[in-house]
């Protein structure tokens, strides 16, 4: 399978590349994103094909369905990672908690979010495949909390990588701070960067047009790769646990072979629900994608409304950091899937020029054939986490908990619902703690106070993380992350 470009081609690159060339170079032309020419089917007859399935070989003959150009064993390697997870059996739970509400877990991974999922196999494929070319790659990365400490932990330590991990100051959670500035491999670089989650990203985008900082990467032989969903690496991945989560349902005699479900998924960057969408069309039988958002509801004003609008947007520090996002990278690639190049170059060009485009009415319906929207407040985040523990026994971290406004106020067909869980509660223990009314100025408090309350279990790689020495110290503004990076570089 080839994969094209959501902007149209420059005449410089290929107009079509292998899924390789896609993951190591995953920029396209116009500043546009890489999607698959095409989608495999996963239909009724894949789906009974893999009722007895394990998660490995599951996942194992979804990526080859997308018939990328990678060996077997390197698949097999890759898939690995997830035996390392809680439970290498289930990697992937689902957890039911009420008879049309099913939660599936994605965070039982080493950095314990949903991140887990897709960059711990994804970093084995990619560093082989530098290390097979004989290239040295520089992974850049900027995190709202959770793509950071998944990223330094799958590529620390290998070969022909560099990584430099962007986070804003402030905006993320103790652990998550903590899981980034106390990696210690040599081959990381972890920057503090003064102001919010859109700020890192914009400067990183103003590093990969930097003149200076591309003749850094030519003199060193350095090539840039990404870790963030702009690359397909990340989403072919997260496209499994979709697939995974209907067959659960289908497991435990809830739904039969065919029957419809309803996904909600907390959004950020948009890639999560990206996966939902590319397997709905592919076959697996979802009725609507629905997209729960925060404070920063620019999605829920998208779907709804049909517009994307940042010209009055500023961007709101709320208590689910990870989804404190204005600019969805992976909104592009369901505009290019629906509209075509052409419209998403109009599209795309007009929000970066302007903050703003409007769709048409059609369009707006063919958006609202696959997708529906919510958002929940800081205050209505809160009481649902401390309403789900006291009523059900579960414990759940701010971002899952924008999943349940719509199953408690707008689910209307009774469809069976599964919602994503995609951070462990341990990551935001402060917001948990204040949710129940507990005083806790930090998240090393708060763990000990919802342990010993809840008789919650806290990970040994969360409790040790307190003790690990911080080895990244800078906080930086965002015109030192160039200079600092070239340093790095050189290093």
């Not at 010209?311 to 689910?320: A, G, H, P, Y």
């Not at 000990?448 to 307190?466: D, T, W």
């Not at 030192?480 to 790095?488: A, L, N, Q, T, Y």
């Amino acid at each position: 399978m080839k994969f094209i470009e959501t902007r149209g081609n420059d005449g410089i690159r290929p107009q079509k590349v292998s899924f390789s060339e896609a993951i190591l170079n995953p920029l396209a032309s116009f500043g546009g994103l890489y999607v698959p020419e095409s989608l495999p089917k996963f239909d009724e007859e894949f789906l009974m094909a893999h009722l007895e399935s394990s998660y490995k070989e599951l996942a194992k003959d979804v990526l080859k369905s997308f018939e990328i150009d990678i060996s077997d064993d390197l698949l097999d390697e890759a898939l690995s990672r997830y035996d390392e997870f809680d439970d290498a059996n289930n990697p992937v739970p689902v957890v039911k908690l009420d008879e049309d509400l099913y939660i599936t877990e994605l965070y039982h991974g080493p950095t314990r979010a949903f991140k887990d999922m897709a960059l711990q196999p994804f970093g084995v494929i990619l560093s082989r495949l530098a290390q097979q070319r004989g290239e040295n790659y520089l992974i850049l990365a900027a995190t709202s909390g959770d793509t950071g400490p998944a990223t330094l932990e799958t590529f620390k330590n290998k070969d022909n990588i560099k990584v430099v991990c962007l986070y804003p100051d402030g905006g993320t959670s103790d652990v998550q701070r903590l899981q980034m500035v106390t990696e210690d491999a040599p081959n990381l670089m972890v920057l503090g960067v003064k102001g919010n989650f859109d700020d890192t990203q914009n400067a990183l985008k103003e590093m990969l047009g930097s003149d200076e900082f591309k003749k850094t990467l030519q003199e060193n032989n350095i090539k840039l790769s990404a870790a963030n969903s702009v690359n397909f690496g990340r989403i072919i991945f997260q496209t499994i646990y979709h697939i995974h989560s209907y067959l659960e349902l289908v497991r435990i005699g809830r739904i039969k072979m065919g029957d419809k479900i309803k996904l909600i998924v907390p959004s950020g960057n948009f890639g999560n629900a990206l996966g939902g969408y590319y397997v709905k069309k592919a076959g697996v039988p979802i009725e609507k994608i629905v997209i729960a958002s925060n404070d920063n509801n620019i999605l829920t004003e998208f779907i709804n409304e049909g517009r994307y609008d940042l010209r009055d947007k500023e961007l709101i520090k709320t208590n689910s950091p990870a989804m404190d996002i204005l600019k969805s990278s992976n909104v592009e690639r369901i505009l290019f899937d629906k509209f075509g190049s052409d419209r998403t170059k109009e599209l795309m060009d007009s929000l970066n020029n302007e903050n703003f485009y409007e769709l048409t009415e059609d369009e707006i319906f063919k958006i609202q054939e696959d997708f529906e929207a919510t958002y929940s407040t800081e205050d209505e985040v809160l009481e649902i986490i401390k309403k789900t523990l006291n009523n059900k026994n579960y414990l759940m971290d701010p971002h899952t908990a924008t999943d349940f406004k719509y199953f408690l106020q707008e689910n209307k067909n009774s469809l069976p619902i599964v919602a994503y869980s995609t951070a462990e509660w341990t990551k935001f223990s402060t917001t948990i703690a204040k949710s129940m009314g507990l005083e806790a100025e930090n998240d090393k408090i708060a763990l000990k106070l919802i342990s010993e309350k809840f008789n919650a279990k806290i990970p040994q790689n969360i409790s040790e993380i307190f003790k690990k020495e911080v080895t990244h110290l800078k906080i930086i503004e965002k015109s030192d992350i160039i200079p600092e990076s070239i340093e790095f570089l050189k290093s």
